[in-house]
């Protein structure tokens, strides 16, 4: 086969693949129903009963305008002579929805009288969005006085001071990306991408990290992060040690608590490993774990608010994360307005854990501030009466 023949047969196989032209620039279907979707009949009688919004939005009315001032600017179109804009309030309440109740693109396609390709658009669009403009409002750049104020918030809720926030992981299901192969692939068997987080005492996200392959070796997952890497050089602004109470002369460094996933260092606590431990290593992983629900609950408030969370995300991995993304600053922006319901944590979402790493023993100084917390959770001052029931 010459040049001119290969030629030839290039042109007709890209000539095959030229994208078919379009039938209508908008569905005369979506047209008609445009105006009986459910934007136009029923979310107006909804926004007129506060409760019913809160079922409806997963926020109140209030906290919801407040979320469509700050991003209308950015989610607004021009209108063309082929059609007219999609609303910014249109756009929000659609994302809200598929974020609530984790039905697919398609189920909003015949409920919102939008093209399915249209709400795909929408839904990135609207989560990018809510990620750039709300991230340095919801998840702020920590302080010296933010984490001290954290710290009171764990003494004062959980009864375990210098605590900077306790840290964890949840692998969030997704449909197997294209040309992936197994990289998403994780030890539970099912394709996913890492969420990782770290709370403070009121349930809030300090920190978020969305991405990493599902596959990720677990004990890795934390030193590929920012957070990680600005506790080791010293830049993520952590107060100085101090002692944790009148009764312990040694000077305690302020640091965050996960499980046996995360190793054990200066500034990151985890449980006593082992199964014949003494009573004073049980009763220090017993208050590490008491403090350490706190990340699992928060976790459980965002899947339960957030139910696109509860079944595998069937879009690409870049809208994943965007997705994800979007939940947790959502969560913390309505956690701050309408506080805590009820009703999100009735049930307990599927987000599997981290796997458990056994390997990571830390230096002697690690281990030295580790007895220190155990000793002081046993002595007079630092311990809970009912503390010796629970193990």
Known sequence: MDSEEIALVV?????????????????????????TSLFHTLYPRIKEDEGKFFNFARMSLTTFEELLHILTDNLTRQDTNMRASIKPEYKIICTLRYLATGCSMTDLHYSYALGRSTIGVIV???????????KDMCIPQPTEENWLNIAAGFDRKANFPHCLGAIDGKHIRVIQPKQSGSLYYNYKKFFSIVLLAVCDADYMFTYVHIGLYGRTNDSSIFKQTQLYKRMVDGTLRIPVPAQISR???????????????????????????????????????????????????????LANKWRILHRPIDVDIELAEDIVKACCILHNFVRKRDSYKFEDAITTPDLPILERDNTSRGNHRALAVRDIFADYFINEEGELKWQYDMI
């Open 11 to 35: 042109h007709m196989h890209l000539a095959s693949k030229k994208k078919k032209k379009r039938r209508y620039w908008v569905h005369p279907m979506i047209m008609e129903r445009r105006v």
């Open 124 to 134: 990135k669009e609207v989560c990018q969005e809510i990620w750039s403009c709300m």
């Open 247 to 301: 009764t312990v002369n040694e000077i305690v460094p302020f640091l965050f608590i996960g499980d046996e996933a995360f190793g054990l260092s200066e500034n990151m606590l985890r449980p006593y490993g082992g199964r014949n431990l003494s009573q004073k290593k049980k009763i220090f992983n017993y208050r590490l774990s008491r403090s350490r629900r706190y990340i699992e609950c928060s976790f459980g408030i």
